[in-house]
């Protein structure tokens, strides 16, 4: 059984995390953040090890341990009682962030749509990123080198997931407008899939 998903797109800093933490609130929606799911592994983890190399250089985990890190934390919530794939929607934050991993889950996963929350002002992410360094304890949005090499990531290997799906899929969004009116464009979009 695949399961039914919306996918939240959108670069570092454009409110992903936001605005998927209040949908996961609504019933029948089941929120899994992979940025979330990496920081919440132990510093003893081989796999935590992993992820601090990569994300503080501002690159992507390798994508076989990205896929099976998501499918043992999907596995445990449905364990847990936590996410039903039967009655829930997934809503996905930074998975699949390229197209190998859209590839990869493209048995598991079917996507109803794709809710791009696009932002044409770089200076803004950045002032974004920088304010929540602090506010979040977030090493990689501490360093501005490390900000823009993230960017860079997500022009160069995230951007062409959009082409994976198809623009009948897409949902475009002003990632710029204040959080409670993006949240209402967001929940107009999911009212109608
Ligand atoms: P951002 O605000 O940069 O979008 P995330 O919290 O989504 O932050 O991700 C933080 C870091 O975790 C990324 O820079 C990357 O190193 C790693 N990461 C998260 N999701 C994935 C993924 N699907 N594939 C590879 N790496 C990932």
């Given amino acids: 059984m695949k399961y039914r998903t919306i996918l939240l797109f959108g670069s570092p800093g454009s409110g992903k995390g936001t ?19 990496f920081r919440n592994l132990r510093i003893d983890d081989p796999l935590g ?16 341990t990205t896929i099976s890190m998501w499918s043992r934390n999907i596995q445990a919530a449905t364990l847990q009682g936590n996410f039903n794939p039967e ?11 390229n197209p190998k991993q859209a590839d990869m ?10 809710i791009h929350l696009a932002c044409l002002d770089r200076s ?20 501005l080198e490390v900000i823009k090499r993230r960017l860079e990531t997500y022009d160069k290997e995230t951007t062409p997931v959009l082409d994976y799906y198809g623009s009948e ?19 107009d979009v999911i009212v109608r899939l």
């Fill in 49 to 64: 090890r992993v992820f601090i190399d990569y994300s503080s250089r501002g690159l992507l985990v390798p994508d076989e």
């Fill in 105 to 114: 889950l493209k048995d598991t996963l079917n996507v109803i749509g794709l």
């Fill in 19 to 37: 605005q998927g933490r209040i949908i996961g609130q609504i019933p029948d929606f089941f929120y899994f953040s992979c940025g979330d799911a």
């Fill in 169 to 187: 899929l897409v949902h475009e969004i002003d990632s710029t407008d204040h959080p409670v009116k993006v949240l209402r464009q967001i929940l």
């Fill in 124 to 143: 803004k992410m950045i002032e974004r990123l920088q304010r929540r360094a602090l506010r979040e304890n977030r090493l990689d949005d501490a360093n």
């Fill in 87 to 97: 009655r829930d929607t997934l809503v996905l934050d930074g998975i699949p962030r």
